[in-house]
């Protein structure tokens, strides 16, 4: 053929053929999917209703059991006792024991579970949607991105890149072992375990499972009381898809109870603790696991920051902050919490963020259906608190322009909603800039400049995600470097956690360790360190003399001198005095 005269649309044949045959070849050497079915609870039925509870509460004052109920609507949707001691004793057994076949798998095997897990998720998205939205009050829109799209990232990194993550990692042996393979190892830990937060039920759970299973371990999930009805359908599907490779459910544990079975989990015997909740009670974990010598990972929230340049582009910036604030009703670690705009256009964008807020329409997306912006706060216990956060910034200068109380609905009296909130002309010495809201409260915030803006943001203890929106990416980038926080994006928020491949997690109050990426997968490993001879029948000598019993500490000495000054002194004068002491010493 003479390429000369090839037409571009014989081009174009040619390259479709090839991306045809890629797209082939790479489905064949996919895992292949088991396909299974989770019946979906009734109540996650749009058109279901359930008796209503006036007060309701999480606890039953009666007895140990959970109270569980939609906080968009007050419905009760039954109760659910609270693991004993002996109950958690008995998963970890359960674990542990299916976990020494598990760790024995390949990597295909753990793929092709994980492969399934991914079709299933695709094809029951609306499903796992309504049951998060029944348990949590969120919106259909909010459990779309919180809970599938994050999940289903999760499961196509993993399953494509776990392996080689885990494969054994070969390292430099220096100079002196040059004669040796020097590589790491990782090892499953055994039974890990994650005590997770509420504000996603169904990405929180799974996202911890998915790890463990690549990596090899069994896992005990200790999911919020707040969530413990939407737990028992997600455990469910973790169970049925392992069922449905021939491996033991018992591998994967989901518990649902109140502190003390945390306390439990955490000193069942469990190798590993991945923990996200609150700072003050990832202290008390991490006291109760020091006591255990278990290494712990802590994510404990934000106080993410988004700092506007007066050159930002707000047609894009001011769409990204709205749902940065709003998604899951501000119940989100990485929501933006702290609005810092530059003097220059700080007005604009309180105007634009007051129209904007005074359309968000509150309800349940179940009952009420399309005409729903914001949900309600799952954790009920909250209003007096953030009414008083508010109040205190009002106080000492800053001015509510919308919300800032409970908002009784009119459709859902018993439901747990707190207005959508605009709080402008906040300081950094205010308790709105230092505490962790997880509400839908806009704060904004004034710089004079990129420097001012950094000291603002930097003010906060908390350190989690962060965001800068400029025109100029260069400037956006070198101030994000100076942020201190663990995750940073330029004209974005929050896609840190859509990019699988990097870890999550904060400095600060906002803890340490980090999950997902590299490091999070191999964090679930015993990196084990091995070295091999490289080279046959050479093995390490002994010089005589250095072996035992030593005939001369001096001669010793001076071999020894002159062996580290030959290897590793850069200077090539030193190096030839050495092999001449070196000489002198076995004489």
């Not at 008796?51 to 140990?64: F, H, K, M, Q």
């Not at 980038?477 to 929050?494: H, I, P, S, W, Y």
Request: aromatic share 8%.
């Amino acid at each position: 053929m003479d390429l000369g005269q090839v037409t571009t649309t014989q081009w174009a044949t040619v390259a479709v053929g090839a991306l045809a045959s890629w797209l082939f070849l790479s489905w064949l050497s996919q895992p292949k999917s088991k396909h299974f079915k989770v019946p979906v609870p009734n109540e996650a039925d749009p058109s279901w209703k359930g008796p209503v509870l006036e007060n309701p509460s999480i606890r039953d004052t009666g007895s140990n059991d959970i109270v569980c109920y939609d906080p968009a609507t007050g419905y009760h949707l039954g109760n659910i006792p609270s693991p004993s001691v002996e109950h958690v004793r008995e998963a970890y057994a359960k674990a542990q024991n299916a976990q020494k076949k598990w760790a024995k798998t390949t990597f295909e095997e753990r793929r092709a579970v994980l492969n399934s897990l991914l079709d299933f998720v695709l094809e029951n998205q609306e499903a796992i949607c309504r049951v998060g939205c029944r348990d949590t009050g969120k919106t259909m829109v909010d459990a779309s991105l919180g809970e599938v799209i994050t999940t289903c990232a999760k499961l196509r990194w993993t399953i494509d890149n776990g392996e080689s993550v885990l494969a054994p990692d070969y390292r430099d042996p220096g100079l002196m072992m040059m004669y040796k393979h020097a590589k790491i190892v990782y090892q499953p830990m055994g039974v890990v375990a994650a005590l997770v937060s509420w504000n996603y039920p169904f990405h929180n759970a799974l996202g911890p499972v998915i790890s463990a299973l690549m990596s090899g371990n069994g896992i005990i999930v200790k999911a919020s009381e707040y969530v413990a009805w939407s737990t028992q359908y997600y455990h469910k599907i973790i169970q049925k898809c392992l069922e449905a490779h021939g491996h033991d459910p018992e591998l994967v544990q989901m518990l649902t109870g109140f502190a003390d079975v945390g306390e439990e989990v955490v000193r069942c015997g469990v190798n590993h603790v991945t923990f996200i909740g609150s700072p003050g009670v990832g202290k008390l974990v991490q006291r109760n696991a020091c006591d255990h010598l278990v290494p712990c990972l802590l994510e404990l929230g934000g106080k993410d920051a988004a700092i506007l340049l007066k050159d930002a582009d707000l047609n894009q910036a001011i769409p990204v902050l709205m749902r940065g604030v709003f998604q899951n009703c501000g119940q989100n670690c990485i929501g933006i919490e702290r609005i810092i705009v530059a003097a220059e256009i700080y007005d604009k964008v309180v105007e634009e963020m007051d129209q904007r807020i005074a359309k968000l329409r509150q309800g349940s997306v179940l009952a009420d259906g399309n005409g729903v912006d914001c949900g309600a706060q799952t954790m009920g216990n909250q209003f007096v608190k953030l009414e008083g956060l508010v109040q205190e910034a009002v106080s000492r200068g800053a001015r509510l322009l919308k919300g800032g109380k409970r908002y009784h609905h009119p459709k859902h009296p018993h439901g747990q909603y707190f207005e959508p909130t605009l709080l402008v002309d906040v300081t950094p010495d205010m308790d709105i800039a230092n505490e962790e809201a997880f509400a839908p409260i806009m704060v904004i915030m004034k710089h004079t400049g990129p420097e001012d803006a950094v000291r603002v943001a930097n003010a906060c203890p908390y350190g989690l995600g962060s965001s800068v929106f400029s025109a100029d990416k260069s400037l956006a980038e070198r101030m994000c470097l100076q942020l201190k926080v663990g995750m940073t994006n330029v004209n974005d928020f929050a896609v840190n956690y859509l990019c699988q491949s990097l870890p999550f997690g904060g400095v600060g109050i906002s803890g340490y360790g980090r999950f997902a990426g590299v490091e999070g997968l191999r964090g679930l490993c015993v990196p084990k360190a091995v070295t091999i001879d490289r080279i046959p029948f050479v093995k390490t000598p002994i010089p005589p003399i250095l072996d035992y019993p030593i005939d001369s500490l001096t001669k010793s000495f001076t071999f020894l001198q002159g062996l580290i000054n030959m290897m590793y002194n850069p200077s090539y004068a030193a190096k030839a005095k050495a092999v001449l002491d070196l000489i002198k010493a076995n004489f």
